[in-house]
C-alpha cells in the first residue's frame, strides 16, 4: 500500500464525515473532525482501514453527537458588567502626555549642557518613562550614541598605538590628547541631540501614548 493509497482513503471517509456533520453545531463538528483527522494522520493504508472501521460509519458518528449535544445542559450565561466610563474631562496622567515626551527628548539632548552627565541622567529616565515610543525606539536614541562612542574610542586608542610606535618620542598614553577630545564633543554636541532628533522625528503624528 503506498502513501497515496492511505491519503484517499482518509480523504474518502473525512468527506464522508463533513457531509454527516454538517447539521451539528461549528464547534462541536469542528472538534469532531480534527480528532478525527488526527488519529488518521501519519497512518498507512491497512491502519486506516483498520482504524475507520473501528470508528465506523460517519453517519452513526454525528448521530451520537448529536443526541449528546441535545442531552447537554445549555452553558451558563456569564454576565458581564460593563467597564465604568471615565469622568468627563477626566485628564491623562503626566507621563501619557505628549508635551511630558517632548521634554524628556529634549532634556536627553541638551541636558548635560545645564548639569553635566545628571541632566543626560534625567533625560533617560524621562524618556524611558513615557509611552510615547516604542522600547526599540528608546534604545536606538539612548544606546546607540554610546556603540558610536565605543568604535570612536577604540579607533583612537589605535591611532595613538601607532603615533606612539613610529616617534621617537612617544607621548605618555595617560595624556588625553586630540583624538580623545574630539571623541567626547562628537558624542556631546551630535551623537547625544541626534539621539533627541530621532525620538522628536518617531513622535510625529502620535497624540496619544502606544498602548
Known amino acids: 500500500m503506498t502513501e497515496t493509497e492511505a491519503q ?7 468527506n464522508r464525515l463533513d457531509a454527516a456533520i454538517a447539521e451539528l453545531p461549528w464547534r462541536v463538528a469542528n472538534d469532531l473532525r480534527s480528532g478525527i483527522a488526527e488519529e488518521l494522520d501519519g497512518l498507512d493504508a491497512v491502519a486506516v482501514r483498520e482504524r475507520t472501521a ?21 452553558p451558563p450565561v ?6 465604568p ?19 524628556g527628548a529634549l532634556v536627553l539632548g541638551f541636558g548635560t549642557f545645564v548639569f553635566p552627565i545628571g541632566g543626560w541622567v534625567i533625560g533617560v529616565a524621562l524618556v524611558t518613562s513615557s509611552r510615547f515610543w516604542r522600547r526599540w525606539e528608546k534604545a536606538v536614541a539612548i544606546l546607540l550614541p554610546f556603540v558610536a562612542w565605543v568604535l570612536m574610542f577604540f579607533l583612537s ?16 598614553p595617560v595624556v588625553p590628547t586630540a583624538y580623545d577630545l574630539a571623541n567626547v564633543a562628537v558624542v556631546l554636541m551630535i551623537l547625544i541631540p541626534a ?12 497624540d496619544v501614548p502606544l498602548r
Open 78 to 83: 456569564v454576565v458581564v458588567a460593563p467597564a
Open 157 to 172: 586608542g589605535l591611532l595613538r598605538g601607532l603615533s606612539v610606535w613610529s616617534s621617537s618620542d612617544p607621548r605618555n
Open 8 to 14: 484517499n482513503l482518509r480523504d474518502d471517509y473525512l
Open 195 to 206: 539621539g533627541t532628533l530621532w525620538l522628536l522625528w518617531r513622535l510625529r503624528g502620535r
Open 54 to 74: 473501528q470508528l465506523g460509519d460517519p453517519a452513526r458518528i454525528a448521530a451520537a453527537a448529536k443526541e449528546e449535544t441535545a442531552s447537554a445542559p445549555p
Open 85 to 103: 466610563l471615565p469622568a468627563f474631562g477626566a485628564k491623562p496622567a503626566m507621563v501619557d502626555t505628549k508635551w511630558f515626551a517632548i521634554v
